[in-house]
T-cell receptor
Framework: NAGVTQTPKFRILKIGQSMTLQCTQD?????MYWYRQDPGMGLKLIYYSVGAGITDKGEVPNGYNVSRSTTEDFPLRLELAAPSQTSVYFC????????????FGAGTRLSVL | AQKVTQAQTEISVVEKEDVTLDCVYETRDTTYYLFWYKQPPSGELVFLIR??????QNEISGRYSWNFQKSTSSFNFTITASQVVDSAVYFCALSEAITGTYKYIFGTGTRLKVLA
């Protein structure tokens, strides 16, 4: 039972570099979410998707992009990384038919220096 | 607007003490869901409980219990006879149902330290 898998676990970027955070789930959940967690703060929603081909902005979308070409995958793209994007990123998935409980990946710790 | 407040930033208790973590929420929706998650030092988020707005029954699961009171918009979490392994950050979250997106609004978390 893999659940929600995020790669990489850790990454250091230089200012201005780009990268893609990968997220895959094997539970056939329609809904997927990306959050960021800053020290001492709760999780803030970056983007979400209610199904393949459908994405929408969350609370803090600036500087990020997403795509959802399949049910399983929901990659998060950072363009022109900035120090303000230093954070821990969590991907989650859920299914409204399963009480919409969100199941989280292990997180990606990203530092932008 | 929806909001979740966890006013207790950090709590320290001695092992075997009982501890209650507070969660107060705001929403104008009549149908909503409340959750608690645990984030141990290893960093993952572990689901603990879900409660819908129509079910005010309290729940007990081993040493954990939850008190949901719509009248005070609170969903508090009590750990009885705390153990060192309970040391973690605990998050309360609110999910609305009206838009069908089931997005979560998280509180800022309460860090619980259980001392041996």
């Amino acid at each position: 039972n893999a659940g929600v898998t995020q790669t990489p676990k850790f990454r250091i970027l230089k200012i201005g570099q780009s990268m893609t955070l990968q997220c895959t789930q094997d539970m056939n959940h329609n809904y997927m979410y990306w959050y960021r967690q800053d020290p001492g703060m709760g999780l803030k929603l970056i983007y979400y998707s209610v199904g393949a081909g459908i994405t929408d902005k969350g609370e803090v979308p600036n500087g990020y992009n997403v795509s959802r070409s399949t049910t399983e995958d929901f990659p998060l793209r950072l363009e022109l990384a900035a120090p303000s994007q230093t954070s821990v990123y969590f991907c989650a998935s859920s299914s409204p038919g399963l009480k919409n409980i969100q199941y989280f990946g292990a997180g990606t710790r990203l530092s932008v220096l | 607007a929806q909001k979740v407040t966890q006013a207790q930033t950090e709590i320290s208790v001695v092992e075997k003490e009982d501890v209650t973590l507070d969660c107060v929420y705001e929403t104008r929706d009549t149908t909503y869901y409340l959750f608690w998650y645990k984030q141990p030092p290893s960093g993952e988020l572990v689901f603990l409980i879900r409660r819908n707005s129509f079910d005010e029954q309290n729940e007990i699961s081993g040493r954990y219990s939850w008190n949901f009171q719509k009248s005070t918009s609170s969903f508090n979490f009590t750990i009885t006879a705390s153990q060192v392994v309970d040391s973690a950050v605990y998050f309360c979250a609110l999910s609305e149902a009206i838009t069908g997106t089931y997005k979560y609004i998280f509180g800022t978390g309460t860090r619980l330290k259980v001392l041996a």
